[in-house]
């Protein structure tokens, strides 16, 4: 088979100087193929150009999206370890009221404030917001739920303490504390002579001397169990305060108060006087701790 061969005349300005060209038909062929491939290559990269640009506003805002989500995971990051603090704060607190109050705290107490070292300690831990955000939202749920947990105990043991502390008023409120009259002691608690029969004698209470008519007061709250008169003591006046502490006002002139009263520490409940058996007007005033009568002056704080 014989080659064709196309033959192309150069034609100068100067028309004297022809040069004459030959080529092969694959030759032509090749290079018409090589220059659609040409065209075609610059049609797709100017295709793909275009369908890229219009891509870049929508990259754009997933990019600012995604950094406004890494800002606002920074800032529950900050607020999580400024709860950490506070918790970690109020635990403190907390122990020094008990400290003050003499409680113990609950045994499970600080180990749930140690689990993995969540209060009063901020979030070290945290993965950079370079990483991934599942693994960082899982770390900040893992800390929610536990300063969840530890809010929760915190608020059982403030509880605890304020039943604790209400319980102690209570109990202070109820213990006699005050002197009942106002007057001299003229004869204490304990063994002396009878002022009666001149015999030594057991004196269960503490005489207090004073004009008749002089104002009887509660030494604590409590409520009136007992008045009218009993024997020796004359008219008289008991209160029960609770916790197993009573007291007891005897030789009155006069009884202000009724049984089923509840009175608080420094009610006028009578008037000194000197009924039942007395040389003279006179409060006797007796403690009992379950039963037993104690000596008054352990408590008269007054």
């Not at 530890?150 to 213990?175: G, M, N, P, R």
């Not at 304990?190 to 004196?203: A, I, M, Q």
């Not at 020796?232 to 030789?251: D, F, P, Q, T, W």
Request: proline share 4%; glycine share 10%.
């Amino acid at each position: 088979m014989t080659r064709r061969k196309i033959t192309f005349l150069i034609v100068p300005e100067n028309t004297s100087n022809v040069k004459q060209v030959k080529c092969s038909k694959g030759f032509l062929v090749a290079m018409v193929c090589v220059a659609l491939a040409l065209v075609v290559g610059t049609g797709v990269l100017i295709h793909d150009y275009v369908k890229l640009k219009g891509k870049v506003p929508a990259m754009e805002a997933l990019a600012r999206e995604v950094t406004n989500q890494r800002v606002q995971i920074q800032a529950y990051a900050k607020r999580i370890g400024s709860l950490n603090k506070r918790m970690g704060a109020l635990h403190d607190f907390e122990k020094k009221i008990r400290i003050m109050a003499n409680v113990e705290a609950p045994e499970h107490q600080d180990g749930v404030f140690g689990i993995g070292g969540t209060t009063g300690q901020e979030l070290e831990d945290l993965p950079q917001l370079t990483e991934s955000h599942n693994r960082v939202m899982r770390t900040m749920h893992a800390q929610l739920e536990q300063l969840d947990e530890a809010s929760f105990v915190q608020q059982k043991a403030f509880e605890q303490l304020y039943d604790h502390i209400q319980h102690q008023k209570s109990l202070l409120a109820c213990t006699p504390a005050i002197k009942p009259t106002k007057g001299w002691v003229s004869s204490k608690f304990g063994y002396r002579k009878s002022p009666f029969t001149g015999l030594r004698e057991f004196h269960s209470g503490l005489d207090l001397a004073t004009r008749r008519g002089t104002p009887v007061i509660a030494s604590a709250d409590g409520v009136v169990t007992f008045c009218g008169r009993n024997g020796g003591l004359g008219k008289m006046v008991k209160i029960n305060h609770g916790y197993g502490k009573v007291s007891r006002y005897a030789h009155l002139h006069e009884i202000l108060v009724k049984r089923g009263d509840r009175v608080k520490r420094g009610d006028k409940i009578g008037l000194v006087g000197n009924t039942g058996r007395s040389t003279a007007p006179h409060l006797h005033y007796e403690v009992h701790v379950n039963g037993i009568p104690v000596n008054p002056e352990k408590y008269i704080l007054n």
